[in-house]
């Protein structure tokens, strides 16, 4: 079996910090932190073995 090169583009989803501030309907404000998933571009790169036909 031969191997060849697989390369191609894709996107990984990460998780960003994100600022939250709101206020409630009593006017009480709130603020926290929130990890907020987010795509981000990837190179992927790797060494393949052909499939046996037959």
Do not use: D, L, Q, Y
Request: aromatic share 8%; proline share 6%.
């Amino acid at each position: 079996m031969k191997k060849h090169k697989v390369e191609f583009e894709a996107h990984k989803t990460i998780k960003v910090p994100t600022k939250v501030r709101f206020e409630t309907k009593t006017g009480e404000k709130v603020r926290f932190t929130a990890e907020k998933p987010k795509k981000a571009p990837v190179h992927v790169e790797f060494e393949a073995r052909g499939k046996r036909r037959g």
